[in-house]
């Protein structure tokens, strides 16, 4: 199971990013992938998740309305455009895969648990300057 993110990079606040999760060694159908980040100082959270099976989305209060989470066809990227960025949303941003979330669905309140993700990015920094 590989994960590798991209797209990170300086925005300004209101501006927009689009990363990436390529997938490859497994078949998204029986996973969730979910965005987490972490800023300096802080507790990794959970912002976005979507089913590998029905696409099937979920969001963080703090990102929804914001950003969108989707897949492409051939079910091996996720993506997540960030859209009005805001200061509070730099971070890195890793892409990590479950089963469990998988099987339960994106609805399941352990969507966002990070230790319940088996498979983890390297990461991606994004940066919103004010």
């Known amino acids: 199971v590989q994960l590798v993110e991209s797209g990170g990079g300086l925005v300004q606040s209101g501006g927009s990013l689009r990363l990436s999760c390529s997938t490859s060694?497994?078949?998204?159908?029986?996973?969730?992938i979910t965005w987490f980040r972490q800023a300096p100082g802080k507790e990794r959270e959970g912002v976005s998740c979507?089913?590998?099976?029905?696409?099937?989305?979920a969001y963080a209060d703090s990102v929804k309305g914001r950003f969108t989470i989707s897949r492409n066809n051939n079910k091996d990227s996720v993506f997540l455009e960030i859209n009005s960025a805001q200061p509070e949303d730099t971070a890195v941003y890793y892409c990590?895969?479950?089963?469990?979330?998988?099987?339960?669905?994106?609805?399941?309140?352990?969507?966002?648990?990070?230790?319940?993700?088996?498979?983890w990015g390297q990461g991606t920094l994004v940066t919103v300057s004010s």
């Open positions: 990590a895969a479950s089963i469990p979330v998988g099987v339960a669905g994106c609805s399941s309140p352990n969507r966002f648990f990070a230790r319940i993700y088996e498979d």
């Open positions: 060694g497994f078949t998204l159908d029986y996973y969730a």
């Open positions: 979507i089913s590998g099976s029905d696409g099937n989305t």
